[in-house]
């Protein structure tokens, strides 16, 4: 375990960021929005995807693009879903959640929305709707999903140390992608464009856009984190990752953590727009019990992992 190295210190100054926090579909970033139509999109279409990686077909992602709340300019003429690495991450959300589901054939594959999961969502109110979305992310959200390359036997806590790790470089002035090799290699070889992209979603990081250049995809040119951003991670890593060098069994203490993920942001919110455990604890049995029933799997055939 080296997450002492890339560790956030938890603050007073962290404490009365996320107190003083307002959760809703207009904050922070932009998930709540966008991931709220995109739920609309794919109810409202019969769409087939892909058979191999089950991913959204390349005509839609234009329509996509154009409804997220910041739409990104490409030069590619005939752009792919990691071309987009919003949606991209936003359909990796909709599948790890269980909202999505994958019906059909063999010859046909359809996206549709699972019911009982929704309805079960429906009930979230705009706190436990974010902090679900976050969990799903950090704790389920295999990039075998999205069609990228992984190793299964990846530890879930590379992926939020290296999250953290980049809000911790790019805090103060930021950094600027072109002139910085460690956030080259952040968003090229670790959290790849769409971990970025759902950084910036969630609100824990800003990014500047750059004009797009023929050729080629998204354009970065800054990246700074948010008070929010390092807020939460700091949060987390302090009680997720904490103490586990001193566990007698790090790893059950680690997964018993891991399934709380949420609950731990519960003190900061006051009465009324806190996590409920017995709602959230509905749409996890409802997701769980719609992915064995149907079979989910990632692309590839890789079973999606239950914690």
């Known amino acids: 375990m080296v997450w002492s190295e890339q560790a956030l210190e938890w603050t007073d100054d962290h404490e009365r960021t996320l107190r003083s926090l307002e959760v809703s579909e207009h904050g922070p970033g932009t998930v709540l929005r966008d991931f709220l139509m995109l739920l609309s999109f794919v109810q409202e279409r019969e769409l087939a995807v892909s058979k191999t990686y089950q991913l959204l077909p390349f005509k839609v992602?234009?329509?996509?693009?154009?409804?997220?709340?910041?739409?990104?300019?490409?030069?590619?003429?005939?752009?792919?879903?990691?071309?987009?690495?919003?949606?991209?991450?936003?359909?990796?959300?909709?599948?790890?959640?269980?909202?999505?589901?994958?019906?059909?054939?063999s010859s046909k594959l359809v996206l549709s929305i699972d019911e009982a999961v929704y309805d079960s969502w429906n009930r979230l109110n705009p706190t436990e709707r974010y902090f679900t979305l976050l969990e799903t992310w950090l704790l389920r959200g295999h990039v075998g999903i999205v069609g990228e390359r992984g190793s299964p036997f990846r530890f879930i806590g590379n992926h939020f140390r290296e999250c953290?790790?980049?809000?911790?470089?790019?805090?103060?002035?930021g950094l600027a992608i072109g002139d910085d090799d460690r956030a080259?290699?952040?968003?090229?070889?670790?959290?790849?464009?769409?971990?970025?992209?759902?950084?910036?979603?969630?609100?824990?990081?800003?990014?500047?856009?750059?004009?797009?250049?023929?050729?080629?995809?998204?354009?970065?040119?800054?990246?700074?984190?948010?008070?929010?951003?390092?807020?939460?991670?700091?949060?987390?890593?302090?009680?997720?990752?904490?103490?586990?060098?001193?566990?007698?069994?790090?790893?059950?203490?680690?997964?018993?953590?891991?399934?709380?993920?949420?609950?731990?942001?519960?003190?900061?919110?006051?009465?009324?727009?806190?996590?409920?455990?017995?709602?959230?604890?509905?749409?996890?049995?409802?997701?769980?019990?719609s992915r064995c029933h149907c079979g989910v799997t990632f692309g590839g055939g890789l079973p999606c992992p239950v914690l």
Not at 164 to 173: F, I, S
């Open 61 to 105: 992602l234009p329509a996509i693009n154009a409804r997220l709340a910041q739409p990104i300019e490409l030069g590619l003429k005939r752009p792919q879903l990691k071309s987009y690495p919003h949606i991209q991450g936003l359909y990796l959300l909709l599948r790890a959640s269980g909202l999505g589901r994958i019906d059909g054939t």
């Open 164 to 173: 953290a790790g980049l809000l911790r470089l790019a805090q103060g002035e």
């Open 184 to 289: 080259e290699w952040y968003y090229r070889y670790s959290l790849g464009l769409y971990g970025l992209a759902l950084l910036e979603a969630f609100g824990f990081l800003s990014i500047l856009h750059g004009q797009p250049h023929e050729g080629e995809g998204w354009q970065i040119e800054h990246v700074t984190s948010t008070p929010v951003g390092i807020a939460a991670f700091a949060l987390l890593g302090k009680e997720m990752f904490g103490d586990l060098a001193r566990s007698s069994n790090w790893r059950r203490t680690l997964r018993n953590r891991l399934v709380r993920c949420s609950l731990y942001f519960n003190p900061m919110f006051p009465p009324g727009k806190t996590i409920s455990r017995c709602r959230r604890g509905h749409f996890v049995k409802e997701y769980t019990s």
